[in-house]
């Protein structure tokens, strides 16, 4: 099979058949539902706060909520294949590992990128959030590059679940680290010093705060330098994503612990 | 202890219930099931998986439902134990229908199934035990005694505060027996008991289900391994594709193939069309394939007094043959040839 | 009768909270997680002007984990079961269904208490949140009753989605909204007014109002009670669900193990 092929249909048969069981009843909650209320719920703690409006908690949620494809499904993909024992045969074949996991990513960020887009349009109405015409190209834009840059991360995670043992809590922890360190929620300034430099180092935290200035009507060159930003960190952590399974999945040839659930 | 026996129909007892003179009465159960195929356009399929079984145990019986899997033997064992309702038919233990008086039966059988699961892992033996003791209604006092004498029972004493996820399979399934009579139930139904175990523990389970009975116990085991229906059970009925073909004494099951011998032929890849012009021999009963690494083994069973094997060599032409031998048939034959016609 | 009923629910609770004691992933997810939205809360609350808020929200905060604990497992209660083995074992037996199920949940929501007790513990030592309780008594049960009326709503979960096999997704749908509504940590009074319906009818509602009441002064008795009362209505409208429930699963044989 050549890397293109192996790209394209290992990524989606491998996503078919860990999620083959995705059905409308988990699909449905877990990310079209579940995102609004996240959204609904910062919205009011906004409120009560008295801190920023409505739309800064829309466009945070709406693209923090795309971690849970992004992580978790992500993980999910190598340390699924793990549960279910077929990640020794998989790394048995000769397929060149790059597109091989590249392949498996893009499915994921096309969901990510469409829970994101969903939460905003579905958020944005629900709460009542006007955004300019003009700005829904380049949201689009920001939008995608964030799905890309956390499927980065989620490619990291997914190395990582293969030594920790439970990848669900990795996930998770994740999840509650984008949710506090990306500006989703609380203002870069409101962070301690400390923090506000982790955040600076995470996905979406450049994609969230190009996404508000586009809102409030800047245009998609202004914060082309943002969105440069948020494709790095992306990037990298994607590198180091993919050095780490490869690293492992040496160490594991040598000493057997690919198997151990 | 436990339950109420009253309704034993033992002399000097009186129970204004019908005294039942058979213990499990199963009356021409059937069941069926629904399933859907395909993800976009769901086709719902009928699967008949039980139809027209009838069956009936009597008090202190050792009694066997044998068949391959897929017969319907742990959806006959389900229906009895009210867990699943039958599509049409009745189900009898001990005189109170399954269904209308589901509770009342349930106070009354011990339910053991094979496998791996049914137990919690991260508990130990005891407290697996303790928690179903409560949910059994044995008594508070009389749970711990009951729990030692049961552990004593399957051999697990000493074992008891271990996690059960470290038990092997054996321990686990021994832990099921001791768990299905925790509340001394007279009746016990098992499902495939031994199925996994290891042979050493194999045999000691099937000494402890052997002594059940001498404890009174009527008890419904279903197998798929003949020998052990055979070596365990007082009386069998073979089940195939959801009906019983066959019922009776293991003795009475053997007689129906003790006379006719068995002629077993190596082949080296047969063909249908052969095998159906050996079936269509005069004086051949039944023929099945048996699969062996590189070759396969025809057995054909013939009737008493003739001398087959030319013949059914000779239909075999053009097929590899290699060793060929003639035998006394035994209970597996019969059970094979049962299953097979089925 | 009575006497069984109560060992039998007590039996039924122990044994849970330690099976779900040992199990790391749910220990850790269950305290950890709600740790991270307290945390955002918090950060958000401080930056603020009003001092009122933080403390408000910081007792929710504490109980968000054991709602959080409930509804993301309670919902695959039976699926757990089922997938152990041990679904049809519970079935057959000859104890009332309702009264093995109930103590399952509230067990999960006992479970919360740690992240109760982690959150309070974080919120003063990384955000200075002073707790003073007021009324001692009516905290010590306050506590309990909204973990046993959180196992109730539990229990209702669980058997409304007995019939799905995806039912762990439906649970896990239903942890914001009921943070929200219930006011952990905004009040109630910041909702459109056909919210305040869907709130009371939630005793979760109750709940933290009986503890924040304890903690600053106010009568936490009545909320104590309502809270109670909404447990026992959600008890008994699962036990009439799960009679048919179980009925159908019978029948269609849809409590076969996968």
């Keep these: 099979m050549t890397s293109a092929r192996i790209f394209l249909i290992g990524g989606l048969i491998s996503y078919r058949a860990l999620f083959g069981w995705l059905s409308p009843w988990v699909f449905i909650p877990s990310l079209l539902v579940a995102p609004i209320f996240q959204i609904l719920l910062f919205v009011y703690i906004g409120r009560s706060a008295a801190l920023e409006s409505d739309e800064f908690y829309v466009i945070g949620n709406g693209i923090q909520y795309a971690s849970i494809p992004c992580v978790f499904a992500m993980t999910n993909i190598i340390a699924g294949e793990r549960f279910q024992q077929t990640l020794g045969s998989i790394l048995v074949t000769p397929a060149p590992r790059l597109p091989l996991f590249v392949g498996r990513a893009l499915p994921v960020v096309l969901n990510g990128f469409f829970v994101a887009a969903f939460g905003l349009v579905v958020g944005g109405l629900v709460v009542g959030i006007h955004v300019p015409a003009t700005a829904i190209a380049p949201l689009v834009l920001v939008t995608a590059v964030s799905a890309l840059s956390c499927t980065g991360l989620g490619l990291l995670s997914a190395g990582l679940g293969l030594i920790v043992r439970e990848t669900a809590v990795l996930s998770n922890v994740l999840f509650g680290i984008l949710l506090v360190c990306t500006g989703a929620n609380v203002p870069l300034d409101a962070l301690p010093d400390w923090l506000r430099m982790v955040a600076q180092g995470m996905p979406f935290t450049h994609g969230i705060e190009a996404a508000r200035l586009v809102a409030d009507g800047a245009s998609a060159g202004d914060v082309a330098g943002l969105v440069g930003r948020e494709a790095l960190i992306g990037a990298i952590y994607a590198v180091a994503g993919y050095l780490l399974i490869h690293v492992l999945e040496r160490h594991s040839r040598r000493h057997g612990t690919l198997e151990r659930a | 202890m436990g339950v109420d026996s009253g309704w034993a129909c033992r002399p000097g007892n009186v129970d204004h219930y019908s005294c039942p003179m058979n213990v499990v009465e199963a009356i021409d159960l059937r069941r069926t099931y629904r399933t859907t195929t395909g993800s976009f356009r769901r086709r719902s399929l009928e699967v008949e998986a039980v139809r027209g079984v009838s069956f009936s145990i009597a008090e202190g019986e050792l009694f066997g439902l044998l068949g391959p899997n897929g017969a319907g033997k742990t959806t006959t064992i389900k229906m009895l134990i009210t867990l699943l309702i039958p599509t049409s038919g009745e189900a009898r233990v001990l005189g109170r229908d399954v269904v209308q008086d589901a509770r009342w039966v349930r106070e009354r059988i011990g339910y053991v199934f094979g496998g791996e699961r049914g137990l919690y892992e991260r508990l130990s033996a005891f407290d697996n035990l303790r928690y179903f003791a409560e949910l059994y209604g044995v008594e508070p006092k009389r749970q711990r005694p009951r729990i030692d004498e049961l552990l004593e029972l399957v051999g697990l004493r000493g074992r008891e505060q271990e996690r059960v996820e470290g038990y092997s399979r054996g321990m686990r399934q021994r832990l099921h027996i001791a768990r299905g009579l925790l509340h001394d139930p007279p009746v016990v139904f098992l499902d495939e008991p031994t199925i996994g175990v290891d042979p050493v523990g194999a045999r000691e389970l099937r000494a402890t289900i052997a002594s059940l009975t001498d404890a009174g116990k009527t008890v419904l085991l279903t197998t798929h391994y003949m020998f052990e229906a055979d070596a365990l059970c007082d009386r069998i009925a073979v089940i195939a594709n959801g009906e019983i073909v066959a019922q009776g004494t293991p003795q009475e099951l053997k007689a129906g193939v003790a006379d006719g011998s068995v002629v077993e032929v190596e082949v080296f890849g047969v063909e249908e069309r052969s095998l159906e012009l050996v079936r269509g021999l005069a004086g051949v009963r039944a023929v099945a394939v048996e699969d062996r690494d590189q070759k396969q083994l025809l057995v054909v069973q013939t009737e008493p007094g003739l001398e087959l094997t030319h013949a059914i060599l000779s239909q075999l032409d053009g097929v590899s043959v290699g060793r060929v031998s003639s035998r006394e048939p035994t209970l597996e034959d019969a059970y094979v040839a049962l299953v097979t016609a089925a | ?258």
Excluded: C
């Excluded at chain 3, 909270?17 to 950890?32: C, E, Q």
């Excluded at chain 3, 109760?116 to 974080?122: E, F, K, N, S, Y």
């Design chain 3, 1 to 258: 009768m009575m006497r069984r009923t109560a060992r039998l629910l007590w039996v039924g609770w122990l044994v849970h909270l330690k099976m779900l004691m040992r199990s790391a992933f749910n220990f850790w997810l269950g305290v950890v997680y709600p740790l991270f939205f307290a945390s955002a809360a918090f950060l958000m609350f401080r930056s603020g002007d009003d001092p009122k808020p933080l403390l408000y929200a910081s007792l929710g905060a504490a109980v968000m984990g054991i709602w959080g604990a409930t509804s993301t497992s309670a919902g695959a209660a039976l699926a757990r079961e089922r997938w152990l083995g041990t679904l049809e074992l519970l079935v057959t037996a000859p104890a009332h269904f309702a009264l093995i199920l109930l103590p399952v949940t509230i067990a999960m929501a006992t479970i919360g208490v740690y992240s109760m007790v982690a959150t309070l513990i974080w919120g003063r030592l990384v955000f200075g949140i002073e707790l003073h309780v007021a009324d001692s008594l009516a905290f010590a049960l306050a506590v309990p009753a909204t973990v046993a009326s959180i196992g109730a709503l539990g229990f209702l979960l669980a058997v409304a989605f007995v019939r799905f096999r995806q039912a762990w997704a439906l649970g896990n749908m239903l942890e914001y909204p009921v943070w929200l509504v219930s006011g952990f940590l905004v009040p109630l009074a910041l909702f459109p007014d056909w919210v305040r319906p869907i709130s009371w009818a939630l005793a979760p509602t109750w709940g933290i109002g009986a503890i924040r009441g304890a903690a600053l002064g106010g009568a936490p008795f009545g909320d104590i009670a309502l809270a109670l009362l909404l447990g026992g209505v959600y008890t008994a409208a699962g036990i009439l669900l799960l009679e048919r429930a179980l009925r159908a699963a019978r029948v269609k044989a849809s409590l076969a193990l996968s």
